[in-house]
Nanobody, 115 residues
Framework: QVQSVESGGGLVQPGGSLRLSCVVS????????MGWYRQLPGQQHDAVAR???????TYADSVQGRFTISRDNTKNTLYLQMTNLKPEDTAVYYC?????????WGRGTQVTVSS
């Protein structure tokens, strides 16, 4: 069964930075578009950013210019570098295939932006 394990979240002050990582146990990882999503309690997963298998990136307007998505296909790992964090970025962050999520959702990693 394909799994994703997210890490790197935490508590950070507004304006701070975090780097999230996600390891995916899928043999097809290098062949598919991957994305980061975030979720608030009781709400659906919202797309934040995605990267194609050849490195083309797309971002939600709310994070454009502040977040950078990248991948290491040799390690089956997806990254999200987040800078200039804002309180409204507070959420649980997940990775999955994009634009359609086909992997069972992992536990995610909590990001809290607060002073």
């Amino acid at each position: 069964q394909v799994q994703s394990v997210e890490s790197g979240g935490g508590l950070v002050q507004p304006g701070g930075s975090l780097r999230l990582s996600c390891v995916v146990s899928a043999s097809y990882f290098s062949q598919v578009t991957m994305g980061w999503y975030r979720q608030l309690p009781g709400q659906q997963h919202d797309a934040v950013a995605r990267v194609t298998n050849d490195g083309r990136t797309t971002y939600a307007d709310s994070v454009q210019g502040r977040f950078t998505i990248s991948r290491d296909n040799t390690k089956n790992t997806l990254y999200l570098q987040m800078t200039n964090l804002k309180p409204e970025d507070t959420a649980v962050y997940y990775c999955n295939t994009a634009p359609t999520s086909i992997i069972n959702w992992g536990r995610g990693t909590q990001v809290t932006v607060s002073s």
